[in-house]
């Protein structure tokens, strides 16, 4: 069995002709060509010896990208040409590295960023097989395979593949289940974006009336390709019953990620908290066309099995007003019958007054943030006195007015990329709250 010295000595043996090749063009000189000899000896006796760390192999790999960028450099300076590939070996160094310590989740995670800032894509579909065949419990990486193959190669078959082969060693992980719901969820809006770019979803059936015509005025027949070009059968034009039976195609009506939640609710026994989550992340989609049928689907799960829960009032009150816009007429009455619903729902279940509220609130501030840049000071007026009122039931339902509780929403608005929605949290509850240290520290983080 080969020892760490000859091991080292076979790895070293593989750079001389690259070495010998960059010092003939003059890319290095002979004393910094023996200075990367020494350098790339001293890192593959550590790294094959006992003892050795994955942060062993992170410093060489480190010390090989500053190299390959020099050596970039240099040969652009020159002009001369080398056959040397220094990405070659840093990713021999990370394919070394990630055997010997296959357990070392860090380290996997640094050689497939490092594959994807290479384009190397063959590459990728390797580490992300071998990957999962090591760590098929961690639903991390399943989710984070099927999002690359998704968002980097719009390949929903692989995508779709890692998601579904997670679910069987990771059947558990409420996150897998959510994010394979997302998955699907985003590609039907995928699929919906290009029927719009393409015009497929116009209904051709109905003739489109032009308004505002005077009745004097004559009108023209209508001319088709087939009256231009008499050849043009009817195979040649629109198939308008295949353009009819593609828009109601089970995908694009959202029957993929309705038979997705259905199963998570088999799975953990119809839990009202998963449903919420579903929820939330179904109400992302607003511009999906159908996406009120799923949330719809969702509702009446939760309501059908935990009516009394507060994930079926807050599903039921964000149901309220999703799709429609404070400019509407139908925004006040839906404001109105949702606020009521709500606190009916505070008032007969006095234990769920600190979810509810919060729940309200991070439902009041988008509202609040639009009505302000509208000319509808009544409107405005009611979602103000709307958050205070919600404002003031989370203090009392939790730290007894000492504005943590507020902090702690506002926090956690920030952490989900909703930092103008937190500004406003936090301009609301000035007046009254203005003195707590910790919405005085994040307010000065979201300032800078």
Not at 135 to 148: D, M, S, V
Not at 162 to 170: I, T
Not at 370 to 399: C, G, I, N, Q
Request: with cysteine; aromatic share 8%; hydrophobic share 40%.
């Amino acid at each position: 069995m080969a020892g760490p010295s000859d091991k080292a000595r076979f790895y070293l043996e593989q750079h001389v002709p690259e070495l010998n090749e960059l010092e003939r063009k003059k890319v290095f000189s002979r004393e910094e060509i023996s200075s990367i000899a020494k350098k790339r000896s001293d890192f593959e006796h550590i790294i094959n010896a006992r003892g050795s760390h994955p942060s062993d192999y992170v410093r060489y790999i480190d010390y090989e990208k500053n190299l390959d960028a020099l050596r970039r450099k240099r040969i652009k300076r020159l002009g001369v040409k080398s056959t040397g590939s220094g990405h070659r070996t840093i990713f021999q160094i990370y394919n070394r590295g990630v055997r010997k310590f296959s357990g070392d989740l860090g380290l996997w995670m640094q050689y497939i960023e490092f594959a994807r800032a290479e384009k190397a894509y063959k590459k990728l579909n390797e580490i992300f097989t071998a990957v999962v065949r090591l760590h098929p419990t961690k639903a991390a990486l399943w989710i984070y395979a099927a999002r690359y193959f998704m968002d980097t190669q719009a390949d929903i078959t692989n995508a779709r593949s890692y998601m579904q082969r997670g679910l069987r060693f990771c059947k558990n992980s409420e996150h897998l289940w959510v994010e394979y719901a997302k998955l699907e969820t985003l590609y039907i809006g995928k699929i919906a974006g290009r029927r719009k770019i393409l015009g497929l979803d116009i209904d051709r059936t109905k003739k489109v009336t032009e308004e505002g015509l005077d009745s004097d005025m004559i009108t023209l027949p209508e001319v088709t390709a087939e009256d231009v070009n008499p050849s043009l059968g009817k195979e040649d034009g629109v198939d308008e019953e295949a353009l009819q039976n593609l828009a109601s195609a089970p995908i694009l009506t959202g029957a993929i990620p309705i038979a997705i939640f259905d199963s998570a609710m088999k799975q953990f026994n119809g839990d009202p908290a998963l449903a919420e989550q579903f929820f939330a992340m179904f109400a992302e989609f607003d511009q999906l066309p159908c996406v009120k049928r799923i949330l719809q689907h969702v509702l009446d799960h939760v309501e059908q099995n935990s009516p009394q829960s507060v994930h079926a009032i807050i599903c039921a009150f964000q149901m309220q007003l999703f799709g429609i816009h404070p400019t509407s007429p139908e925004f006040p009455p839906a404001l109105r019958d949702s606020l009521d619903l709500l606190n009916t729902a505070i008032q007969d279940h006095p234990n769920t007054k600190e979810r509810l509220s919060g729940g309200a609130i991070r439902q009041i501030l988008p509202l609040l943030r639009v009505t302000e840049e509208m000319d509808e000071p009544a409107l405005r007026k009611v979602l103000a006195s709307s958050l205070r009122r919600y404002l003031r039931s989370l203090e009392e339902a939790t730290t007894e007015g000492s504005g943590d509780a507020i902090a702690g929403v506002a926090k956690s608005l920030q952490q989900e990329g909703r930092k103008e929605d937190a500004i406003q949290l936090i301009r609301s509850s000035q007046k009254q709250w203005g003195a707590n240290e910790s919405l005085r520290l994040l307010q000065k983080s979201l300032d800078t």
